[in-house]
């Protein structure tokens, strides 16, 4: 089984729809992060979260907010889905900051989001 | 984060060793390289990481110039399964993000 499990993997919804990422973690990490990659632009972080009570804000957080309902699960919500939030969406987790001892980032498998 | 430099794609035979540079010239005394591959769409791989040591694992190996501007990822055999994006990245070692600056990255195509 996967250390880092992304549900849906694929959904395709309408303009204005509610839709929710769930992502949960076996690897015990503390903290979790939601990226979006687009073609061309590489991966850009929308929220990341050091623990269940700490929530932040990464590149481009509009139109998204985040759930860390426990240790290992961190949800991404968007409230009113637009076609511009049309993207490959990644959970990641990581037991410390990825820069401190080389602490790497472990990344689910991806939900391809798809807004009509 | 300093920006890093990357060929778009490189080819490599089968069985021969990959070496991917990446220049990094502003980088800071303080931020490690770190290569990242992904998969044809699938969640980004740790490969490696090094702040000025050469470094050496199960996967592959970096080497860090003595300036620290420029560094080359090395897969000593590359097979077919290698074929990805790979993407070097700066970052410095403390801070309260996880934000990675993935870039463009290079597309290694292993061939036959």
């Known amino acids: 089984d996967a250390d880092v499990t992304q549900t849906p993997r694929n959904r395709i919804t309408k303009t204005g729809k509610r839709i929710m990422l769930e992502c949960s973690q076996t690897?015990?990490?503390?903290?979790m992060y939601w990226y979006r990659q687009d073609p061309g632009l590489g991966l850009r972080l929308i929220y990341y979260?050091?623990?269940?009570?700490?929530?932040n804000k990464g590149e481009i957080s509009d139109g998204y907010s985040v759930s860390r309902q426990a240790q290992a699960k961190f949800s991404l919500s968007l409230e009113s889905a637009i076609p511009n939030q049309t993207a490959l969406y990644f959970c990641?987790?990581?037991?410390?900051?990825?820069?401190?001892?080389?602490?790497?980032?472990?990344f689910g498998e991806g939900s391809r989001l798809t807004v009509l | 984060d300093a920006k890093t430099t990357q060929p778009p794609s490189m080819d490599c035979a089968e069985g021969r060793a990959a070496n991917l540079p990446c220049n990094h010239s502003?980088?800071?005394?303080?931020?490690?390289v770190y290569w990242y591959r992904q998969i044809h769409s699938q969640g980004p791989q740790y490969i490696i990481h090094?702040?000025?040591n050469n470094e050496t694992n199960e996967m592959a190996s970096l080497i860090i110039t003595e300036d620290r501007k420029s560094s080359t990822l090395i897969l000593p055999h590359a097979t077919l399964r290698d074929t990805a994006v790979y993407y070097c990245?700066?970052?410095?070692?403390?801070?309260?993000?996880?934000?990675?600056?993935f870039g463009q990255g290079t597309t290694l195509q292993v061939k036959p």
């Open positions: 690897k015990g990490h503390d903290r």
């Open positions: 990245i700066v970052r410095v070692r403390s801070g309260n993000t996880g934000k990675l600056i």
């Open positions: 090094g702040l000025k």
């Open positions: 979260s050091f623990d269940v009570k700490d929530i």
């Open positions: 502003t980088i800071s005394g303080n931020e490690y």
């Open positions: 990641a987790t990581s037991d410390a900051n990825p820069g401190t001892g080389g602490r790497e980032l472990f």
